[in-house]
């Protein structure tokens, strides 16, 4: 009963440094995604894969990377953090056709320092 | 210009009112649309899809006009349990894969 499951739950960086992600989902997905969040905003996208094999930009990319490793596990890469990169990161997918829901990850808190 | 924008709030109504919220979106190519709430930066779930004809779900009616690229959101009879964020989203992309989501309208239900 696993669904989307995000590591790690909290991570301190210091500004420079580097870490990823990760993501996986047991439900059979073809669609995965990745969103961040700041106090009082919406959801961002970062980076899409609509199929295994493919990513997409989103609306802030800059400063991230992705992996779609295969079907279950798509992961988001900091190459070296910065503190506007503090934010809570989701995880989501979905099967990937028109009007069904996203299932998500329950959140990374980041904090860079 | 934010692709999907909403009205940040707060609202605050006392329990029982109805409160409305819209949402525009930019981007005519936008497919599908929907409804999330999300409750203290917990991950966000689904409310409803919002269907070109309109669709309710008990205290729930959602809208959409796709000529003036709107969407809104109607809670009747309000519950001291729908204080929560409302997040407008849109689909769009091939496969409507890409998913974008407003800013989200901040509600807080009084007894």
């Known amino acids: 009963n696993a669904g989307v499951t995000q590591t790690p739950k909290f991570q301190v960086l210091k500004t420079g440094q580097s870490m990823t992600l990760q993501c996986a989902q047991d439900m059979n997905h073809n669609s995965m995604y990745w969103y961040r969040q700041d106090p009082g905003m919406g959801l961002r996208l970062i980076y899409y894969s609509a199929s295994e094999g493919t990513t997409d930009k989103g609306e802030v990319p800059n400063g991230y990377n992705v992996s779609r490793l295969n079907k279950r596990e798509f992961s988001l890469r900091l190459e070296s953090a910065a503190p506007s990169q503090t934010s809570v990161y989701f995880c989501?997918?979905?099967?990937?056709?028109?009007?069904?829901?996203?299932?998500f990850g329950s959140g990374t808190q980041l904090s860079v320092l | 210009r934010k692709e999907v924008e909403q009205d940040p709030g707060p609202f605050n109504v006392p329990e029982g009112a109805t409160v409305a919220f819209n949402c525009t979106y930019s981007?005519?190519?936008?497919?599908?649309f929907f409804w999330y709430r999300q409750d203290c930066r917990k991950e966000p779930k689904l409310l409803m899809s919002?269907?070109?004809s309109g669709n309710e779900d008990g205290r729930f009616t959602a809208q959409l006009n796709r000529a003036s690229q709107y969407i809104s959101l109607l809670i009747r009879d309000s519950k001291l349990s729908d204080s929560a964020t409302y997040l407008c989203v849109v689909n769009r992309g091939s496969s409507a894969s890409k998913i974008i989501f407003g800013s989200g309208t901040r509600l807080s239900i009084r007894p």
């Open positions: 981007n005519s190519a936008s497919q599908s």
């Open positions: 989501a997918s979905r099967v990937g056709q028109g009007f069904e829901k996203l299932f």
């Open positions: 919002v269907y070109s």
